[in-house]
């Protein structure tokens, strides 16, 4: 069949157009059923079968195709995925775009290059001309012909936004495309959203709205179109596609079967089945009606209408894609106030630098260089090694042992324990035929300091050669070791249980001195000169003087018993059982503040830049180091099951489901970003005030500089450079007008924009 070519010429009307193209399409296959329509697109497909589409769309991210596409193999299922030429342009995505293809899914068009058809507050205000319209739509098809697929394989069209109207609907058909969009309803199309948003959606919000849904609805799923993103903003963190593998579980569970969009549409047959579908509908063919009760047009309620792209200074055409409209105050349960500034409901939140994923639990995480090791948990021996910087999967290995201790990095590698050994994993992958037999198992981790490897046994210390693994020396300890080992120069410090630490040389192993605290240790710092701070389990943080031998300070802190202490140089921080963080002065011991961390706290907490960052639950808590105010909130997909770790200005966390027994490795940063909110939604009549409030997290002591760009393209500076993060407007002439904020600290600086429409004055 010879391609067909996109016309330029008018045809029918948009609406019998429309109903032409649903009736060509599925009158021989659908005789007495319905599809569900919305402004000329299809919605929804058939309600009296357990069928359901999942599609995925696609501009600026993909991050999630590799996870999403094991998935789907795994369960030998297909799926749809709409992708812009934006998208099919990229190199990097190349792989997974053959990947689908390879995998018989459905590729199909999502535009060239991401345009918004139609005005947000009048959608029957087209913001394209119709040769526009068909230029776009016609390179997105040559991008995807360029991977194998074919026109007439790729009839169904799903516009940029899911937002068209019946004008765009009909050009389409003109040209033997079907515009479909995702089924209202749910609310999974808000996977994107970040938390600086008023509509933030967390994974687990979609996740149970879903599942409610379905049983309350009297059609459950039945034909849903359900809509989801392959990737999404670095600053979403609690990534919903992560998800799919318990989603499609629940939804198998409850009867559904996933299928493809245009086998969902074709009651049964897709494309690739019947190749007689493969043909196009052409406007020279008659003009035909359709009955009412051939196609359900659902009331204007039924719909979910999109909402305007809202400024988060990414400069993403898909960040801004499927925003909802931010509710008012009075829909949130509040009072509309005139002019009044929105509140301050905002919390920094850590942006994701890389995400990994892993099948199987990831105990420890391990820097190693500019690598990175994570390695599981004994019932699956195997690690895996990452470039840092990049998170490109460099290596990964069987191990054939059961670990019994943390690896513990060392000059050549890692030392591994396990089964009454000791092994040497080089830092290339390859175990070393080093094996050294130990007489008896390992009480705690070991050490590697100036050439020697420290054994701690429950009452004896071994140190061997790092580089002939031969016996260097061995003491008996006078009580039972409690651990861990810390280095303090050219000495081992080797706590054990009834409060002693003892104290040997590294070089010959002899005992030093031994001091006798009257308490059991709890978390240690490591040596600082010539000080080292613990706590104790009897509520005590103390420091202790080396050279002086002598306490310096002890703090009583009553039933807070200490899991970890950390320092920043001059200060303390110490996680307690109980979940409070103290922070005390190094030098002195005096508690300058304390804070609650909600849940329970189980994990190592680091310090990342200003912010002491707490895992607890899925959620990274970040407090001001120097406030103690919590000032981040990071929301995970999974819980946190690894202790964290820093690598230069990146934090990485690893996390678990038990559900789909799937880790997800993290690497995080703190990213500076502007956010400007106005008190009113756009469009607002002439004459009414409006306050835009502009957030900077990220940036320290911030300035902010507000701009006006008029419809007549004239820029002015409307607010010079201050610390006031507000700017009132009220604007006197109806036009479309672009808001700039320039936030400002030292040498950095960044950008937002806002457009802003003003209609004429109310009442005219």
Same mark, same amino acid.
């Given at each position: 069949?010879?391609?067909?070519?996109?016309?330029?010429?008018?045809?029918?009307?948009?609406?019998?157009?429309?109903?032409?193209?649903?009736?060509?399409?599925?009158?021989?296959?659908?005789?007495?059923?319905?599809?569900?329509?919305?402004?000329?697109?299809?919605?929804?497909?058939?309600?009296?079968?357990?069928?359901?589409?999942?599609?995925?769309?696609?501009?600026?991210?993909?991050?999630?195709?590799?996870?999403?596409?094991?998935?789907?193999?795994?369960?030998?299922?297909?799926?749809?995925?709409?992708?812009?030429?934006?998208?099919?342009?990229?190199?990097?995505?190349?792989?997974?775009?053959?990947?689908?293809?390879?995998?018989?899914?459905?590729?199909?068009?999502?535009?060239?290059?991401?345009?918004?058809?139609?005005?947000?507050?009048?959608?029957?205000?087209?913001?394209?001309?119709?040769?526009?319209?068909?230029?776009?739509?016609?390179?997105?098809?040559?991008?995807?012909?360029?991977?194998?697929?074919?026109?007439?394989?790729?009839?169904?069209?799903?516009?940029?936004?899911?937002?068209?109207?019946?004008?765009?609907?009909?050009?389409?058909?003109?040209?033997?495309?079907?515009?479909?969009?995702?089924?209202?309803?749910?609310?999974?199309?808000?996977?994107?959203?970040?938390?600086?948003?008023?509509?933030?959606?967390?994974?687990?919000?979609?996740?149970?709205?879903?599942?409610?849904?379905?049983?309350?609805?009297?059609?459950?799923?039945?034909?849903?179109?359900?809509?989801?993103?392959?990737?999404?903003?670095?600053?979403?963190?609690?990534?919903?596609?992560?998800?799919?593998?318990?989603?499609?579980?629940?939804?198998?569970?409850?009867?559904?079967?996933?299928?493809?969009?245009?086998?969902?549409?074709?009651?049964?047959?897709?494309?690739?089945?019947?190749?007689?579908?493969?043909?196009?509908?052409?406007?020279?063919?008659?003009?035909?009606?359709?009955?009412?009760?051939?196609?359900?047009?659902?009331?204007?309620?039924?719909?979910?209408?999109?909402?305007?792209?809202?400024?988060?200074?990414?400069?993403?055409?898909?960040?801004?894609?499927?925003?909802?409209?931010?509710?008012?105050?009075?829909?949130?349960?509040?009072?509309?106030?005139?002019?009044?500034?929105?509140?301050?409901?905002?919390?920094?939140?850590?942006?994701?630098?890389?995400?990994?994923?892993?099948?199987?639990?990831?105990?420890?995480?391990?820097?190693?260089?500019?690598?990175?090791?994570?390695?599981?948990?004994?019932?699956?021996?195997?690690?895996?090694?990452?470039?840092?910087?990049?998170?490109?999967?460099?290596?990964?290995?069987?191990?054939?042992?059961?670990?019994?201790?943390?690896?513990?990095?060392?000059?050549?590698?890692?030392?591994?324990?396990?089964?009454?050994?000791?092994?040497?994993?080089?830092?290339?992958?390859?175990?070393?035929?080093?094996?050294?037999?130990?007489?008896?198992?390992?009480?705690?981790?070991?050490?590697?300091?100036?050439?020697?490897?420290?054994?701690?046994?429950?009452?004896?210390?071994?140190?061997?050669?790092?580089?002939?693994?031969?016996?260097?020396?061995?003491?008996?300890?006078?009580?039972?070791?409690?651990?861990?080992?810390?280095?303090? #120069? !050219?000495?081992?410090?080797?706590?054990? *249980? $009834?409060?002693?630490?003892?104290? @040997?040389? =590294?070089? +010959? &192993?002899?005992? /030093?001195?031994?001091?006798?605290?009257?308490?059991?240790?709890?978390?240690?710092?490591?040596?600082?000169?010539?000080?080292?701070?613990?706590?104790?389990?009897?509520?005590?943080?103390?420091?202790?003087?080396?050279?002086?031998?002598?306490?310096?300070?002890?703090?009583?802190? #009553? !039933?807070?018993?200490?899991?970890?202490? *950390? $320092?920043?140089?001059?200060?303390? @921080?110490? =996680?307690? +059982? &109980?979940?409070? /963080?103290?922070?005390?002065?190094?030098?002195?011991?005096?508690?300058?503040?304390?804070?609650?961390?909600?849940?329970?706290?189980?994990?190592?907490?680091?310090?990342?830049?200003?912010?002491?960052?707490?895992?607890?639950?899925?959620?990274?808590?970040?407090?001001?180091?120097?406030?103690?105010?919590?000032?981040?909130?990071?929301?995970?997909?999974?819980?946190?099951?690894?202790? =964290?770790? +820093?690598?230069?200005?990146?934090?990485?966390?690893?996390?678990?489901?038990?559900?789909?027994?799937?880790?997800?490795?993290?690497?995080?940063?703190?990213?500076?970003?502007?956010?400007?909110?106005?008190?009113?939604?756009?469009?607002?009549?002439?004459?009414?005030?409006?306050?835009?409030?502009?957030?900077?997290?990220?940036?320290?002591?911030?300035?902010?500089?507000?701009?006006?760009?008029?419809?007549?393209?004239?820029?002015?500076?409307?607010?010079?450079?201050?610390?006031?993060?507000?700017?009132?407007?009220?604007?006197?002439?109806?036009?479309?007008?672009?808001?700039?904020?320039?936030?400002?600290?030292?040498?950095?600086?960044?950008?937002?924009?806002?457009?802003?429409?003003?209609?004429?004055?109310?009442?005219?």
């Amino acid at each position: 069949m010879a391609r067909p070519q996109f016309s330029k010429r008018a045809g029918l009307s948009s609406r019998l157009v429309c109903l032409a193209l649903v009736l060509l399409l599925f009158l021989d296959l659908l005789p007495a059923q319905t599809l569900t329509l919305e402004q000329g697109g299809i919605i929804r497909g058939l309600r009296d079968r357990k069928q359901l589409a999942l599609v995925f769309t696609a501009d600026s991210f993909g991050e999630g195709a590799e996870y999403i596409l094991s998935e789907l193999k795994q369960r030998n299922l297909k799926a749809s995925f709409f992708l812009t030429g934006n998208f099919l342009r990229r190199p990097e995505f190349r792989g997974w775009i053959e990947k689908m293809v390879e995998d018989g899914h459905y590729l199909g068009p999502h535009s060239d290059r991401h345009l918004l058809y139609c005005d947000w507050q009048d959608r029957q205000k087209t913001l394209v001309t119709k040769e526009e319209f068909l230029s776009d739509l016609e390179n997105n098809y040559l991008e995807l012909e360029k991977f194998g697929v074919s026109r007439g394989r790729a009839r169904y069209f799903m516009p940029p936004y899911e937002w068209y109207n019946r004008e765009i609907a009909g050009w389409a058909a003109e040209v033997g495309v079907a515009v479909v969009n995702f089924t209202p309803g749910l609310v999974t199309s808000s996977d994107y959203t970040t938390p600086d948003l008023p509509n933030y959606r967390s994974s687990e919000e979609i996740f149970n709205q879903l599942l409610e849904y379905e049983i309350e609805s009297p059609d459950g799923l039945n034909g849903f179109i359900l809509l989801s993103h392959l990737g999404v903003a670095a600053e979403r963190t609690d990534l919903f596609y992560f998800r799919l593998g318990e989603l499609i579980e629940e939804l198998t569970a409850r009867g559904y079967a996933p299928v493809r969009i245009d086998e969902l549409l074709s009651a049964g047959r897709s494309e690739i089945e019947k190749d007689r579908q493969q043909a196009v509908i052409q406007t020279a063919r008659k003009e035909t009606t359709i009955s009412p009760a051939q196609v359900q047009i659902p009331d204007k309620s039924e719909g979910i209408r999109p909402s305007r792209p809202i400024a988060d200074g990414t400069g993403s055409s898909q960040a801004a894609g499927n925003r909802n409209r931010l509710p008012t105050r009075k829909e949130q349960g509040g009072t509309e106030e005139v002019g009044q500034a929105p509140e301050e409901s905002y919390r920094f939140s850590l942006t994701r630098a890389w995400v990994n994923f892993a099948r199987g639990r990831v105990n420890h995480l391990v820097p190693y260089g500019d690598r990175l090791w994570w390695f599981y948990e004994n019932n699956q021996r195997a690690y895996e090694l990452i470039e840092v910087q990049s998170g490109e999967k460099k290596g990964s290995g069987l191990l054939e042992i059961k670990l019994e201790q943390k690896p513990v990095p060392g000059r050549a590698g890692f030392w591994l324990v396990s089964g009454g050994k000791l092994l040497v994993l080089s830092s290339s992958g390859i175990m070393v035929g080093t094996q050294v037999e130990l007489a008896e198992p390992l009480a705690g981790a070991p050490a590697e300091s100036r050439n020697r490897l420290l054994l701690p046994f429950k009452k004896s210390l071994a140190a061997l050669s790092t580089e002939t693994t031969e016996l260097l020396w061995k003491q008996e300890l006078p009580a039972d070791f409690s651990g861990p080992l810390i280095i303090s #120069g !050219s000495e081992v410090l080797v706590p054990c *249980l $009834s409060g002693r630490l003892l104290r @040997y040389s =590294l070089e +010959t &192993g002899r005992k /030093i001195d031994q001091h006798d605290f009257q308490d059991e240790f709890g978390a240690f710092l490591p040596a600082w000169g010539q000080k080292i701070y613990f706590s104790t389990t009897s509520g005590k943080v103390k420091c202790f003087d080396l050279s002086r031998k002598k306490i310096c300070w002890e703090v009583n802190l #009553g !039933s807070q018993r200490g899991q970890h202490l *950390l $320092s920043d140089g001059r200060h303390l @921080y110490l =996680l307690t +059982t &109980g979940g409070i /963080i103290y922070k005390l002065k190094q030098s002195a011991g005096d508690i300058l503040w304390w804070q609650t961390v909600p849940g329970r706290a189980c994990c190592r907490p680091a310090i990342l830049k200003d912010e002491l960052i707490v895992p607890s639950g899925r959620i990274l808590y970040g407090l001001d180091l120097k406030t103690g105010q919590k000032t981040s909130e990071t929301v995970l997909t999974f819980e946190i099951k690894t202790d =964290l770790v +820093t690598a230069g200005d990146w934090l990485l966390a690893g996390t678990h489901d038990y559900r789909q027994d799937l880790s997800l490795i993290y690497a995080l940063k703190k990213e500076p970003r502007v956010i400007i909110r106005p008190s009113r939604e756009s469009p607002q009549p002439a004459g009414r005030r409006i306050i835009f409030t502009a957030l900077a997290p990220g940036l320290e002591k911030p300035r902010y500089a507000f701009h006006l760009r008029t419809p007549d393209g004239r820029d002015r500076l409307v607010r010079k450079a201050s610390r006031n993060n507000t700017w009132t407007w009220l604007p006197v002439a109806p036009g479309q007008y672009l808001i700039s904020v320039v936030a400002s600290s030292g040498r950095l600086s960044k950008k937002s924009e806002l457009r802003y429409n003003i209609t004429s004055f109310a009442g005219e």
